[in-house]
């Protein structure tokens, strides 16, 4: 299972665009990249999910260049309740999730 | 709401208790599985379960035991636990096991879990 790396921590403004990367260089052919958002105490919430080029819903994008070894989750004009822990995942065609330690997003006024 | 639910939401237990954890999944998913989170420690995966049958067991000890009833519900019996197991169990479902699916997962708000 690849392993991915994500800065500890980041902070931001509301308002601001927040671009969170992940880096998993021994990404496989069939994994797909997946990003979890977590308030404290709860249960962790799907946010996006990609395989190569850009995907994008209501709540954020995901950018994947060509290579795929690393993925930036883009969260446009955040508010102080996107203060959370986003984790970034791979997986695989069977697959269970393995959570690393995240980075926490601080947004300050 | 996520489609998830997890009873009770708060527990306190001796260690000499039997308890069960409950989760419910209202979402007509296929796979449940059942996850702890420590303090400062990232999610573990504890208990995969596929149309009922158990795929996954992660080495946990045999004081946890899992049981799926139907493809709804999903519970966690807890007997002699140790106060290292006070954590947040957190439930949750996916359409499928296998393919993006598993990738996309509703967990429940969890039980906090206090063994005294």
């Known amino acids: 299972l690849a392993k991915t790396t994500q800065p500890i921590s980041m902070d931001s403004y509301e308002g601001q665009e927040v671009n969170i990367t992940c880096s998993h260089n021994?990404?496989?052919?069939?994994?797909?990249i997946t990003w979890y958002q977590q308030f404290p105490s709860q249960g962790p919430r799907f946010i996006i999910q990609g395989y190569k080029t850009k995907v994008t819903n209501e709540v954020a994008s995901l950018f994947i260049p060509a290579d795929r070894k690393s993925s930036t989750l883009s969260l446009p004009r955040v508010s102080l309740s996107d203060t959370a822990v986003y984790y970034c995942l791979v997986t695989s065609g069977y697959s269970t999730l393995t959570f690393g330690k995240g980075t926490m997003l601080l947004v300050s006024p | 709401e996520t489609g998830v639910t997890q009873t009770p939401r708060h527990l306190v237990m001796g260690m000499t208790n039997k308890k069960s954890l409950k989760c419910e999944q209202h979402?007509?998913?296929?796979?449940m599985y059942w996850y702890k989170q420590s303090a400062k420690k990232p999610l573990e995966l504890m208990f995969v379960y596929s149309l009922e049958e158990r795929v996954e067991n992660n080495s946990v000890p045999s004081r946890f035991s899992p049981e799926c009833p139907n493809s709804s519900h999903l519970f966690l019996h807890l007997h002699t636990l140790q106060p290292e197991d006070s954590a947040l169990y957190l439930c949750?479902?996916?359409?499928?096991?296998?393919?993006?699916?598993?990738?996309?997962?509703?967990f429940g708000p969890g039980t906090r879990l206090t063994v005294t």
């Open positions: 949750a479902s996916s359409q499928n096991l296998g393919g993006t699916s598993s990738g996309e997962q509703y």
């Open positions: 979402l007509g998913h296929n796979a």
């Open positions: 021994n990404i496989a052919t069939n994994d797909y």
